[in-house]
């Protein structure tokens, strides 16, 4: 069963195209990646679903329900969360008060309460020792290095525990040793029933970790399958050899 | 680039330096600065220094009030004043219009004039709120001299330049500052408190976020434009009783005076000196510099020498504490705290290991 499911997206910015009616969709349960040479829509598509850029056209579909041109939070609380490419991160709050922000509750009462309490920061210990960040829950997030920010922005979309998460080049900037440790988390909670998108350059890790690999180029789907299919493919070496060869040896 | 562990640090955990001083230390440090705002008045009983003690409670409920707003949410508002009006006109008018009995029976419209404020604050901020830095606190100025023209052209109900005059309660001399020293202490604290709960509600935490990235906060379900909103109308209503607590106190209401820009640079100038964002920090910056203000100007008032004295005073607490007092106090206490943590683990640590692995990484990315 489709869990998201994009069709027709259009977006242009001045005279740039950069979706020109893509169409594609995610299964449920699976650990999607989504690949295609530098400008071919990626981000523009990430930033369509989650509400942060407004489609020209195309319809979005989370869940069986249209979600097309809604506002990050409405979004966010249909229970898709992301991450950015460059990391976003409240950087004057403490790692755990940067949790506990995505941990919001609705409600007029909820939101007067402390988030002080012992059982919210429990939760939030423990999602942070699933990433490995226990000992800095209160240090300013701003100081973490690169890679323990990535690591802080997947827990703290994880912590509000959305049935699909969008990552944005979760990889980029990570040390192998870590990225190892990330991609165990991923397989973790995709066992526990997250659906995953995953845009990612690096293809060993993209083959190694997805179910199911989308290609994009010049702002549409190109093709799509199994990591072995898609590698073989001379399309897709095609599409990335044609617009940018910085990215062959990513691919041969 | 750091590497970094990837399986959770257990007991090997280095022990945090935390950021604030203990709980304890900072309970005391409130109660004591509350005991000595109670007794003031009974230990200077010279209206001259009484009427300062005055000053400083309206600008200390205005500077905790636009904190609320201006501080969590780092949307910096330069025209709070409107609302230091707003209050200020609702309470004359009142008064002359009810013919409300000068002294204590004024002090109920207090909370009238915050309300006035706050609801009016409501549909301005839902415009102002949809700009964001220099765009908005440029507008927020021009909504202040927007009002301020208006109070100017209004005649039938604020007889323009002319201003409106507020009866004097009849108390004697010597007596008259006390009852608007301590209701202004009560709003003063009322103000702090409120201000208590927003930093640690998850509301303030919201607000908070929108502080540090407000696209990212709306990505993660909060709703940033009720937020704002909730908070820019807190403000109002604080900034809206410091003036109707003015008005009253000095006897008149005119258009300058209420919509003031010296008023909206003096309330952002002593959060800043006192540090923005933090709950003391409006507190150490109005009692820092409102009794000093008004010093500087009984000693040297004739030539405005006064504003080169405060002026001089302001560069050199800015030059040396750039993010004001509150939070140099706490970096200092917190530098003496690793330094002593350090001097205590260096015999038995072996040489090269560096102390704390956490605080060189933080130094770094901390602007």
Known sequence: ????????????????????????????????????PNGSGKTTLFNVISGYEVADEGQVILR??????????????????????????F??????ENLHVAAQRRGFMS??????????RQHAMEVLDFVGLTRLADEPAGGLSYGQQKLLEFAFIMIAKPSIMLLDEPAGGVNPTLLR???????????????????????????????????????????????????????????????DSADIEEVS | MTAIDVTPVGAAAPEHVPYEPPAAVRRGGTALVLVLLIVFPLLFSNPAVTSIGVFSMIFLVAACGWNIFSGYSGYISIGHAAYYGIGQYTVALLVLHLKVAAGWDTFTLLPVAGLIAAVLAVPIGFVLLRVRKHTFIILTVAVMFI?????????????????????????????????????????????????WWVRRSKYG????????????????GIRTTRTKLIAYALSAFFVGIAGGLYAPFVGSVYPQFGFDPNFDLAVAVLVFVGGIGTLSGPVIGTLLLIPLQQYFYLQFGNDNLFLIAYGVLFILILRLLPGGVAPAVTQLYRRVLVARRLRATEPPAPPGTPAAPGEAERKEGTP
């Open chain 1, 111 to 120: 939101q007067l309460r402390s988030w002080k309490s012992a059982a919210e």
């Open chain 2, 147 to 195: 009002l301020q023209l208006l109070a100017f052209n209004l005649t039938s109900w604020t007889n323009g330049s002319g201003g409106l005059e507020l009866p004097f309660p009849t108390w004697s001399g010597s007596f008259f500052n006390e009852p608007f020293y301590y209701i202004g202490l009560a709003a003063a604290v009322v103000a702090c408190v409120v201000s």
């Open chain 1, 91 to 96: 950087a004057r709050l403490t790692v755990l």
């Open chain 1, 1 to 36: 069963m489709s869990i998201l499911q994009v069709s027709g997206i259009k977006k242009s910015y001045g005279g740039i195209r950069a979706l020109t009616g893509c169409t594609m969709t995610f299964e449920e349960g699976a650990i999607n990646g989504l690949i295609g």
């Open chain 1, 64 to 89: 069986g329900k249209d979600i097309t041109n809604a506002k990050p939070d409405q979004v966010f609380a249909a229970g898709l969360g992301r991450t950015f490419q460059i990391t976003r991160i």
């Open chain 2, 205 to 220: 935490l919201g607000l908070l976020s929108i502080r540090d990235d407000e696209d990212r906060a709306r990505g993660l």
């Open chain 1, 181 to 243: 440790g990330l991609a165990d988390r991923i397989r973790t909670l995709n066992a526990d029933g997250t659906t995953f998108v995953i845009v990612e350059h690096d293809m060993e890790f993209v083959m190694r970790l997805c179910d199911h690999v989308s290609v994009m180029h010049q702002g549409r789907a190109l093709t799509g399958g199994p990591p072995e299919q898609v590698r073989s493919d001379p399309a897709v070496l095609e599409a990335y050899l044609g617009t």
